[in-house]
């Protein structure tokens, strides 16, 4: 009967252990499966290369510009981005830009895009334009994506939607080429 009741004593005992088992994590293999999940960021120079590939020969901001000129042209200071790339046509007569900033933190970001929405709003206000390039200034956007922010406007048309196309028609048309630079640098992310 002892053994019995001895049997039944270290039976509850063992169960009771191990119900109120609880594992211990192992750090390193929390830190290392939330490294898988992580996406790892592209650089300005891979966004820049994706962006130009995805217009091939139409992509006409052919001339970089240096911080010192991206603080002049755009108000915005190197102090504020780790990495930054502006691009604008060699011709004058053009006004293809892409520009390419990292921001730095969160509030740097914000102040980028001010500047590049404030640099947007006067081009589009800037009634002394060429007028070959008034529905390519009209589709320009800001775009931010994580810690960057992006000015675009690039591209081409098709020559009949020139010719023959309303200026609605024409916005629409530009703005179907920004977005394959927007397209371009969303699948960077991915």
Do not use: C
């Amino acid at each position: 009967m002892r053994k019995k009741l001895l049997a039944v004593i270290m039976a509850f005992s063992l169960a009771a252990g191990s119900a109120s088992y609880v594992p211990v994590l192992n750090d390193g293999a929390v830190a290392a499966e939330a490294a898988k999940k992580k996406v790892k960021k592209p650089s300005i120079k891979k966004i820049r290369k994706a962006v130009v590939n995805a217009f091939g020969e139409s992509y006409a901001a052919d001339m970089s510009l240096t911080s010192e000129e991206i603080k002049t042209r755009y108000g915005i200071p190197s102090s504020w981005y780790t990495d930054a790339i502006a691009e604008i046509p060699m011709m004058s007569a053009h006004v293809d830009t892409f520009i390419a900033v990292k921001a730095k933190n969160k509030n740097a970001r914000k102040k980028v895009k001010k500047k590049l929405s404030d640099y947007r709003k006067t081009l589009v206000a800037d009634t002394m334009q060429y007028p070959m390039n008034l529905a390519k200034i009209q589709a320009s956007r800001v775009y931010v994506k994580d810690d960057y922010v992006f000015f675009i406007m690039l591209g081409f048309i098709d020559s009949s939607i020139e010719e023959t196309g309303t200026d609605e028609q024409m916005i629409e048309a530009y703005k179907a080429e920004n977005q394959k630079a927007v397209d371009a640098i969303n699948a960077l992310f991915k």
